[in-house]
């Protein structure tokens, strides 16, 4: 069983707009991860073949930086005020987080990546949260410098796999960290950024079709995270 989830990264509105028409085209479920106020993401706020998270940014914490924890969840809880799980920018995580989340009544959380591990499965915190992992992000597979036509797990089983892809990345279809450093430059600029999209070899946006194709081929339904939770009774 394959669950796709999507951190947003304050990328436009084209470049978000381009993965949800990618989930679309393959009927296949998503959870998006989200950092800011989106129009193209409010207008699948009623789609039940989407879920969305919040996607808090503790860095500026970390840097000494003015504001507090507190602060950082209300700024995108009040963007999707019924989120049920939260993925922290760059998987922040500590127990008093555990707990801030579990305070504003989020029921998972899915900062921990496991990369290529086989057989993840969630569980519960001490205080009713329930922690899912991933054990596939693109990122991270770029920076490991490994291929994009193996994702070094076994996509078609009934065991689970969590997926972390980025749209910033299905748009680019970066296949290494050198295709993203050249293109960030115009992060907000999707004009200029498809002028970067990878065109020699596999990468992010080649794999995630396929997985989509293969998703259809192998498996009878999809789930958001918080469904599968639901069904596999991790959340009553």
């Not at 019924?82 to 995580?93: C, D, E, F, W, Y």
Request: charged fraction near 20%; glycine fraction near 2%; charge should be negative.
């Amino acid at each position: 069983m394959n669950l796709f989830t999507s951190d947003i990264d304050w990328a436009p509105e084209a470049v978000i707009a381009d993965t949800i028409e990618l989930f679309n085209k393959y009927n296949v479920k998503c959870t998006f991860f989200c950092t800011h106020k989106s129009s193209v993401i409010d207008s699948i706020k009623s789609d039940n073949n989407f879920e969305l998270g919040i996607h808090p940014n503790f860095l500026p914490l970390m840097n000494q930086q003015q504001g507090s924890i507190r602060e950082a969840i209300e700024k995108v809880l009040n963007i999707v005020p019924n989120a049920k799980g939260v993925r922290s920018h760059s998987l922040v995580q500590s127990t008093p987080l555990y707990q801030t989340f579990k305070d504003y009544g989020l029921e998972y959380e899915a900062n921990t990546n496991l990369p290529y591990k086989n057989e993840i499965k969630p569980f519960k915190l001490w205080n009713g949260l329930v922690k899912v992992m991933h054990n596939f992000e693109d990122d991270i597979h770029f920076l490991y410098n490994f291929p994009f036509d193996d994702t070094k797990i076994n996509t078609y089983t009934n065991m689970l796999n969590v997926f972390c892809i980025h749209p910033i990345h299905i748009y680019l279809n970066t296949d290494s960290e050198q295709t993203y450093n050249k293109a960030k430059v115009h992060y907000q600029n999707p004009t200029e950024l498809i002028k970067f999209r990878n065109t020699k070899v596999v990468g992010t946006r080649d794999l995630l079709i396929t997985l989509l194709n293969n998703h259809n081929k192998y498996f009878d339904n999809s789930y958001t995270v918080y469904e599968y939770l639901k069904i596999e009774n991790f959340i009553i």
